[in-house]
């Protein structure tokens, strides 16, 4: 396996892909680019739906991603009718689609052994382990069924660092290898290099570390400003001097060691542009947690998250639609929110451009363009 903080930079590369992605930015509508920002849950059929509304967005242009969960895999039948929801679901893109998942293993497992998919471990489990080829041979087996079912991108490894191990939603589930960075960094790097293999985009989360809150940002809003460390940062560091870093999610927790204005970071232009973005020199694609969490919904209306979180530096807004019926919202209705929003002066088009181009870049470095 290749050293951790290995890093090989092609300059010439890195400008020609910028070049060619500013040269279609010219080219391509506004309409289109918000399109690329938007990633909803594919709906809750696990049977083809070929009438179902979010092919009509997809053939509009107003999707770039979709996201998959246990709802929808059929109970028979699993990987073949998987196949054909999601064959027919690339075809309706004129781009093709970050098709998404959240397969960390363990506890966060869609693809269960009931459905026929081989057994899971977490990451605690590994971490303990120390192995990096027990990890890395779990990752190529998940990367491998991921790969064969036609999804593209992992919402996982969690790189949080396990400073609380009875955090409800992370040490408690077993979802971060090790309180030490540099584990949760070297067995990450395995995962993310068994990935690579198939081709399967990986996602680093839950920046800037949700390892040490208390609360589940599921449910509600979620502040680690006592608990949290800087050390947290470190996974990400790790990564991103290996140039292992294909996204980065952000959690939905208040930190104000970092933003003293108590924004949760998903909103935060403190977090995602200065920290991430400009303190630790990242340059890639930024994925929001899903903007339906209580963290986001309960406090702030629609409209408002929207602007600010793509106002902070989020790329693609993530509405994963695990939601009553009532608070449902189609891919039509982000997109037209946001055009809106550009239109009326509230986000600038250049801004839309930027976001634009991380993400056609990392579509052609996955090899979907």
């Known amino acids: 396996m290749k050293k951790l903080f290995l890093a090989v930079i092609t300059l010439p590369f890195l400008y020609l ?38 092919f009509d967005a997809i053939r509009a242009d107003q999707v770039g991603g979709v996201i998959l969960f246990e709802k929808n895999l059929s109970s028979t039948n699993t990987e073949g009718r998987l196949q054909r929801i999601l064959e027919f ?23 269960k052994t009931k459905y026929g998919f081989p057994k899971t471990v977490t990451a605690q489990y590994l971490g303990e382990l120390d192995d990096l080829d ?11 069924i991921l790969y064969k079912l ?28 090790s309180a030490d960075p540099l584990v949760v960094s070297r067995h990450a790097q395995a995962f993310v290099e068994g990935h690579d293999l198939f081709g399967v ?68 232009d403190k977090v995602i542009s200065d ?8 340059k890639g694609v930024v994925v929001s947690d899903d903007m339906q969490m209580k963290a986001i919904s309960a406090q702030y209306g629609l409209v408002e998250a929207i602007k600010m979180a793509v106002l902070a530096g989020v790329d693609v807004l993530l509405f994963a639609n695990n939601v009553p019926d009532y608070d449902l919202v189609t891919a039509q209705q982000i997109h037209a929110i ?18 634009y181009n991380r993400i056609l870049t990392l579509k052609k470095d996955m090899g979907l363009l």
Do not use: C
Request: aromatic share 6%; glycine share 8%; proline share 4%.
């Open 134 to 144: 027990s990890t890395y041979f779990y990752a190529k087996q998940t990367a491998a």
């Open 201 to 268: 985009a990986t996602v680093l989360k839950h920046f800037p570390g949700h390892g040490s809150s208390q609360n589940d940002s599921h449910l509600g809003l979620t502040d680690v400003s006592d608990s949290w460390r800087f050390e947290e940062l470190l996974p990400y560091k790790a990564l991103m001097d290996s140039g292992k870093v294909k996204a980065v999610m952000t959690a939905h927790i208040v930190n104000q060691v970092l933003d003293d204005s108590k924004l949760p970071a998903t909103l935060s």
């Open 338 to 355: 946001v055009r809106k929003l550009v239109k009326n002066g509230d986000i600038s088009r250049d801004r839309i451009v930027e976001s």
């Open 150 to 177: 036609g999804i593209n991108m992992n919402f996982a490894p969690s790189v949080d660092v396990n400073i609380n191990p009875d955090n409800p939603v992370i040490g408690k589930i077993g979802r971060s290898y």
């Open 89 to 111: 679901t690339q075809v309706q893109s004129k781009t093709p689609l970050f098709v998404s998942i959240d397969e960390e293993g363990g506890r966060v497992n869609r693809l």
């Open 17 to 54: 892909a910028q070049a060619q992605t500013d040269s279609l930015a010219t080219k391509d509508s506004l309409d289109r680019m918000i399109g690329q920002m938007i990633m909803v849950g594919i709906g809750d059929f696990n049977l083809l739906d070929q009438q179902a509304d979010v």
């Open 275 to 282: 920290v991430l973005r400009g303190f630790m020199n990242y």
